[in-house]
């Protein structure tokens, strides 16, 4: 008796070499009288080979509770992810960001191009206990200026702390200083532009080009993930060298390329590099990557397409 799962591809082709073999089977069982028993199994969809490793040198979700959407995103394309820390962050100036903080007047709006920086004004609240002096009064006057964001993730931390973003859509600073320009003019007051110890100038440099003033704030430091070594080492001795790496920072190409370099050893050119967007494929290219898709924009969504048309 020859069985097969009711679900399997009818039309799945058998190679010659297979089918002979498949004949010589029932001829010499039919010969010795011996019932046949087995099973054919025709896969559909993704076989084992199509479902490949991708590693995301990122940090966990904001907020730390349930999947990480990039792990989800390429769940849904048929691949396996897993993400490891790369980055350590430690909070600076909180005492003069709060002073900066309630005194909106001095300022013509706020600027936000990474989480971190949103995270450092939320902690800045919450250690001064002045959360709900936030929420009474202050968020309403910055409300009444801009507030600039790059990216959804930075866009929804901002709306956490009541404020109304704008420009999440613009994926990198340099698109986001384009629209400052469009919108602002030389005669506003400062904005406030609270951001980490390696930041890029590109906004800066555009804002003060233009004329449009600006006042800069480091409230983080970014320094490499204390595991992030040890981390990768055993991943590689684990997981072996992955079909994807993703790289979601300049930082990250920095503190994670000569170890993926080396664990990879001669298979390194196999593996399809991404990157979440330009910025962080510049650094990939400027170190000698060659980089297999660069997502669209800044969110799961379109990183997991990128790499699932890479992998293809």
Same mark, same amino acid.
């Given at each position: 008796?020859?069985?097969?799962?009711?679900?399997?591809?009818?039309?799945? &082709?058998?190679?010659?070499?297979?089918?002979?073999?498949?004949?010589?089977?029932?001829?010499?069982?039919?010969?010795?009288?011996?019932?046949?028993?087995? &099973?054919?199994?025709?896969?559909?969809?993704?076989?084992?080979?199509?479902?490949?490793?991708?590693?995301?040198?990122?940090?966990?979700?904001?907020?730390? &509770?349930? &999947?990480?959407?990039?792990?989800?995103?390429?769940?849904?394309?048929?691949?396996?992810?897993?993400?490891?820390?790369?980055?350590?962050?430690?909070?600076?100036?909180?005492?003069?960001?709060?002073?900066?903080?309630? +005194?909106?007047?001095?300022?013509?709006? *706020?600027?936000?191009?990474?989480?971190?920086?949103?995270?450092?004004?939320?902690?800045?609240?919450?250690?001064?206990?002045?959360?709900?002096?936030?929420?009474?009064?202050?968020?309403?006057?910055?409300?009444?200026? /801009?507030?600039?964001?790059?990216?959804?993730?930075?866009?929804?931390?901002?709306?956490?702390?009541?404020?109304?973003?704008?420009?999440?859509?613009?994926?990198?600073?340099?698109?986001? /200083?384009?629209?400052?320009?469009?919108?602002?003019?030389?005669?506003?007051?400062?904005?406030?532009?609270? !951001?980490?110890?390696?930041? +890029?100038?590109?906004?800066?440099?555009? *804002?003060?080009?233009?004329?449009?003033?600006?006042?800069?704030?480091?409230?983080?430091?970014?320094?490499?993930?204390?595991?992030?070594?040890?981390?990768?080492?055993?991943?590689?001795?684990?997981?072996?060298?992955?079909?994807?790496?993703?790289?979601?920072?300049?930082?990250?190409?920095?503190? !994670?390329?000569?170890?993926?370099? +080396?664990? /990879?050893?001669?298979?390194?050119?196999?593996?399809?590099?991404?990157?979440?967007?330009?910025?962080?494929?510049?650094?990939?290219?400027?170190?000698?990557?060659?980089?297999?898709?660069?997502?669209?924009?800044?969110?799961?969504?379109?990183?997991?397409?990128?790499?699932?048309?890479?992998?293809?």
């Amino acid at each position: 008796m020859i069985t097969h799962p009711s679900t399997s591809n009818t039309n799945a &082709s058998m190679s010659p070499c297979f089918a002979f073999e498949l004949t010589d089977f029932i001829i010499e069982r039919f010969a010795k009288k011996k019932p046949i028993r087995f &099973s054919l199994v025709f896969h559909s969809g993704l076989s084992h080979q199509s479902k490949m490793h991708v590693l995301l040198l990122k940090e966990p979700r904001e907020g730390g &509770s349930g &999947s990480d959407p990039y792990i989800k995103e390429l769940a849904s394309h048929g691949h396996k992810a897993t993400l490891i820390p790369v980055l350590s962050f430690k909070f600076v100036s909180l005492n003069v960001l709060s002073d900066k903080l309630f +005194r909106p007047d001095k300022h013509g709006g *706020l600027i936000f191009t990474s989480p971190r920086a949103v995270e450092a004004v939320k902690m800045c609240l919450e250690e001064h206990g002045q959360m709900e002096e936030w929420n009474s009064n202050m968020r309403d006057k910055w409300n009444a200026k /801009s507030v600039y964001v790059v990216g959804k993730a930075t866009a929804a931390l901002v709306e956490n702390l009541g404020l109304i973003p704008l420009g999440e859509d613009t994926g990198t600073a340099d698109v986001l /200083s384009r629209l400052i320009i469009e919108r602002e003019d030389t005669s506003i007051l400062p904005l406030f532009f609270p !951001c980490g110890s390696i930041k +890029r100038e590109v906004l800066p440099t555009a *804002l003060k080009k233009n004329g449009v003033p600006l006042e800069t704030l480091t409230v983080y430091q970014t320094v490499q993930h204390p595991d992030l070594e040890k981390n990768l080492k055993n991943h590689f001795t684990e997981q072996g060298v992955p079909a994807s790496v993703a790289f979601f920072s300049p930082s990250g190409v920095k503190f !994670c390329l000569e170890t993926v370099r +080396r664990l /990879s050893g001669e298979r390194l050119n196999q593996i399809k590099f991404a990157a979440i967007g330009p910025t962080t494929a510049d650094a990939m290219i400027e170190a000698g990557l060659s980089v297999s898709c660069s997502a669209e924009k800044p969110t799961a969504e379109h990183l997991a397409t990128g790499i699932a048309k890479a992998l293809q």
